[in-house]
C-alpha cells in the first residue's frame, strides 16, 4: 500500500515550478500558440485546472465523476478540447488562480484519502499515490509544452522517475488502446536519470530491453518529442514496436511529435 506523501511533494514542487514559468506572463504571452495543436499557453493550464477538477471529483464525489465519464463517452475525441477551450476564455489571472486553487484542494482530499482507497478515472481505478503519480506526469508534461512554447528549457530532476514508472507501467496499455495485443513477458528498460542513477525495471535477463536518458523516455511516453530526436533504444522487435507507440497518459494517442527534421 503506497504512501502518497512523497508524490504529492513532488506533485507540489512540479506544479510550483510550472507556476513560477507563467506567473509573470504578460497576456500577449498567455495567448502564444503551443506545440498541441491550437492550444495556447492560456489552453494548457486551463487544461490542468479542468483535470485536477476531474481528478478531485473522483476522489471525493464518484457519482458526479461518473456523469463526467459519460459526457466523454459522448464525445471521445472532443470532451478534453473542449474543457481547455472553455477554461482558456477566461482572463489569465483567473486560470491562474483556479489552477492553484483546484491543486490545492485534489493534494488535500489525496492526503486525506483513507489507506487502501481506489478512485475511478478515465483508465483504471487509482490509487492516491497513482492518481498524485497522473497529475505529476500531466504537470510536466503541459509544462513541456508551455516551456516549448516560450523558447525556455527547464533543469530535469528526478521527479521524472514518477513519469518514467507510468510510462513504464502504462506498457500495455498503449497497446490496448490501438486495438493491439500486448506482448507476453516483461520488459527491462534502463533510463539514466538527471542525477546519473540507473532507473531499472523489469527482468535483468529479459531479451526485450529499452536503453537511454530518463529525460528523453519521458519525452517519449508522454509523445512531447519524436522517437527520431531522443537517445532511447531498443533491443528486440517488440521493445523496438513499443518506443513507436508508447503513452503514459489515457485516452487517444494523438498525432504526437512529428521529428524535427520532418517536412525540411
Known amino acids: 500500500m503506497a504512501d502518497p506523501t512523497p508524490v504529492l511533494d513532488d506533485l507540489r514542487a512540479e506544479s510550483d515550478e510550472l507556476d513560477r514559468l507563467v506567473a509573470e506572463l504578460s497576456p500577449d504571452q498567455w495567448a502564444l500558440v503551443t506545440p498541441a495543436p491550437r492550444w495556447?499557453?492560456?489552453?494548457?493550464?486551463?487544461?490542468?485546472?479542468?483535470?485536477?477538477?476531474?481528478a478531485l471529483l473522483a476522489v471525493t464525489d464518484a457519482e458526479a465523476f461518473g456523469r463526467e465519464v459519460e459526457k466523454a463517452l459522448a464525445a471521445p475525441d472532443g470532451f478534453v478540447d473542449e474543457g481547455a477551450e472553455g477554461g482558456a476564455k477566461k482572463p489569465p489571472a483567473e486560470i491562474l488562480a483556479g489552477w492553484r486553487a483546484g491543486r490545492e484542494a485534489l493534494a488535500d482530499a489525496l492526503r486525506a484519502a483513507p489507506p487502501g482507497a481506489r478512485f475511478p478515472w478515465y483508465g483504471p481505478p487509482m490509487s492516491a499515490a497513482s492518481m498524485a503519480t497522473a497529475r505529476l506526469m500531466e504537470t510536466w508534461a503541459h509544462g513541456q509544452d508551455v516551456a516549448d512554447a516560450l523558447g525556455v528549457v527547464r533543469t530535469p530532476t528526478d521527479r521524472l522517475r514518477h513519469v518514467a514508472r507510468i510510462g513504464v507501467r502504462a506498457r500495455d496499455y498503449a497497446y490496448g488502446v490501438r486495438g493491439l495485443t500486448p506482448?507476453?513477458?516483461?520488459?527491462?528498460?534502463?533510463?539514466?536519470?538527471?542525477?546519473?542513477?540507473?532507473?531499472?525495471?523489469?527482468?535483468?535477463?529479459?531479451?526485450?530491453?529499452?536503453?537511454?536518458?530518463?529525460?528523453?523516455?519521458?519525452?517519449?511516453?508522454?509523445?512531447?518529442?519524436?522517437?527520431?530526436?531522443?537517445?532511447?533504444?531498443?533491443?528486440?522487435?517488440?521493445?523496438?514496436?513499443?518506443?513507436?507507440?508508447?503513452?503514459?497518459?489515457?485516452g487517444p494517442p494523438g498525432a504526437g511529435r512529428a521529428a524535427k527534421g520532418a517536412g525540411s
Open 183 to 250: 506482448p507476453v513477458g516483461e520488459f527491462r528498460v534502463e533510463l539514466v536519470g538527471p542525477s546519473g542513477d540507473t532507473w531499472a525495471y523489469g527482468p535483468e535477463g529479459a531479451p526485450q530491453r529499452v536503453t537511454g536518458p530518463a529525460l528523453d523516455f519521458c519525452l517519449l511516453v508522454t509523445r512531447r518529442a519524436h522517437r527520431a530526436d531522443l537517445a532511447v533504444r531498443a533491443e528486440g522487435e517488440d521493445a523496438d514496436r513499443w518506443l513507436d507507440i508508447a503513452q503514459a497518459f489515457a
Open 40 to 54: 495556447t499557453v492560456a489552453h494548457q493550464i486551463a487544461h490542468l485546472a479542468w483535470t485536477d477538477h476531474a
